[in-house]
């Protein structure tokens, strides 16, 4: 594994707020404040065993604001984008003989406020954004009309997810809650069942119980709407077995301080964690899984969180680190740290598992490149056909007791309500491109391995550590096989 940042101006110097490799291609495409989508081609390292280079493409240029999110549909024959002001454009793939070029395929008109994250539904058919004005929007891309917008959330919507089986999607927002919405088909006369997302869960404390006596106090499982980032970008594990939350900030003891955590909700329970993932330094903002399965490694080792017939690798970013796990191993099989002096926004992985990209703030991207069969040899999955029988791990520690609301509708406000009477300041009503600017360029307090980048400065080396945890980790209930 090599990995560095690229000294190159990507966006004129200006952020770079968001990444997507295309899914066939494997075309990196980068977004940011300078209001441009670029395509760039990767060259592999390997052979001169160097870094890996980019070789800039082409430019997608319609967008009037800083452009916060890009999404490839799995086709790969479109592309989303989601920007200030609410402007939502999805873009179509015009394939020729000598080149390939993207055009403004629909306008989606609804947002009042800033696009933050988007996630395409397993058929390119549809697809959710959240947004700063406090809602999701489920679109009909073929129609480009809105098919249902989910607007219980109290401030910014900051990350969806959308389940590879299309039963679920799932948002987190700055009000310190994640929803977890279940499809319950409504009758449609003429062309049968009609798609409809009703709130399942409602996740947003944890029971704990006082060491002085049987008395519980409840803490919130998330950090509220001061944590340095527009992005809380979670995601579901390519064969649907589980859901990754990310902006976690879990007590052990009521007493005790808040440890940065990322949850992992298992399907077979999506109403409580399943475990979590504790040690980061810094509030974890981005997690983003690999597309490829990889077979068991065949390790003995009881301490595995995960028991499953294959191995899954994700990445998880904080505002300052990145951290690489699979499900086989307790902690991360490599950490990557001091790569860039502002907040890390966006990770992606290729579509063959050969490189991990990473935007950020100060206006660079960074690379890592995988040699062949470094994660593991691949394996195909058929996603949803069979149940797989795992046995779950024994218990280290008791689980954590969630409080939990089961919404039948989306025209029940209880939940709100609650969350409102508990909000002791209030909430901006709007942000400016200015006041992003200001929150999201707070210090991170960033390992620097060199100087600030300049002109002819070489690529930062990436640093590979073997992690240390200073928290134990708190073991759950394993995500299991998936339902078809």
């Known amino acids: 594994m090599k990995g560095g940042t690229i000294q190159i101006s990507w966006h004129d110097g200006k952020p770079v707020l ?22 760039w081609l990767l060259n592999s390292g390997q052979a001169e065993k160097k870094l890996p280079s980019v070789s800039y493409q082409s430019s997608l240029t319609y967008h009037g604001c800083a452009v916060n999110t890009i999404r490839f549909s799995r086709s790969g024959e479109l592309l989303a984008s989601g920007a200030d002001g609410g402007e939502l454009i999805i873009w179509k793939l015009h394939p020729s003989e000598t080149n390939q070029s993207w055009k403004v395929h629909k306008s989606l008109s609804f947002h009042r406020k800033d696009v933050l994250d988007l996630q395409w539904s397993p058929d390119d058919a549809f697809l959710i954004s959240g947004s700063v004005d406090n809602s999701c929007i489920i679109w009909d891309v073929n129609k480009g009309s809105v098919h249902q917008i989910l607007d219980a959330h109290c401030h910014y919507v900051q990350g969806v997810a959308w389940d590879p089986l299309s039963k679920y999607v799932a948002s ?31 996740i947003t404390k944890a029971d704990q119980q006082r060491g002085d006596d049987t008395k519980t106090v409840k803490t919130h499982l998330f950090h509220d709407e001061t944590l340095p980032s527009f992005f809380r970008r979670l995601s579901w594990s390519p064969d649907g077995s589980f859901l990754l939350i990310p902006s ?13 955590a990322t949850y992992v909700f298992s399907r077979k329970d999506l ?33 595995g969180f995960f028991k499953l017939p294959y191995r899954i690798v994700f990445a998880i970013a904080t505002l300052n680190s990145v951290y690489i796990y699979d499900t086989e191993c307790v902690a991360p099989i490599a950490v990557l740290a001091g790569l860039h002096y502002a907040a890390i926004t966006d990770i992606t992985w290729s579509p063959t598992a050969s490189y991990l990209a990473l935007s950020s703030q100060d206006g660079y991207c960074t690379l890592v490149e995988f040699e062949d069969n470094e994660l593991g040899e691949p394996v195909s999955i058929s996603v949803g056909k069979k149940p797989v029988d795992c046995e779950e791990r024994k218990h280290l520690e008791k689980p954590v007791e969630l409080m939990t609301e089961a919404i039948p509708d989306e025209t029940s406000k209880q939940a709100e309500s609650e969350q409102d009477r508990e909000k002791q300041q209030p909430m901006p009503s709007k942000v400016t491109s200015e006041e992003k600017k200001q929150v999201m360029e707070k210090p991170n307090e960033v390992v620097m391995t060199e100087t600030r980048p300049g002109a002819e400065k070489q690529p930062l080396q990436s640093k590979v550590n073997t992690p240390v945890s200073n928290k134990p980790a708190r073991k759950r209930i394993t995500p299991m096989a998936i339902d078809p």
């Open 18 to 39: 968001t990444l997507d490799f295309h899914p066939i291609s494997g075309l990196l495409a980068t977004a940011g404040a300078d209001y441009d989508i670029k395509l």
């Open 172 to 202: 987190l927002s700055s009000d310190r809650t994640c929803r977890i919405y279940v499809n319950k088909p409504q009758a449609k006369s003429k062309s049968g069942e009609k798609m409809n997302y009703v709130c399942q869960h409602v």
């Open 271 to 303: 109403s409580r964690p399943a475990l979590q993932l504790p040690g980061a330094n810094k509030p974890v903002v981005v997690v983003r899984f690999c597309p490829v399965i990889f077979k068991l490694r065949g390790s003995s080792s009881e301490e």
């Open 248 to 260: 976690g900030s879990f007590k052990i003891s009521p007493t005790s301080e808040a440890v940065n």
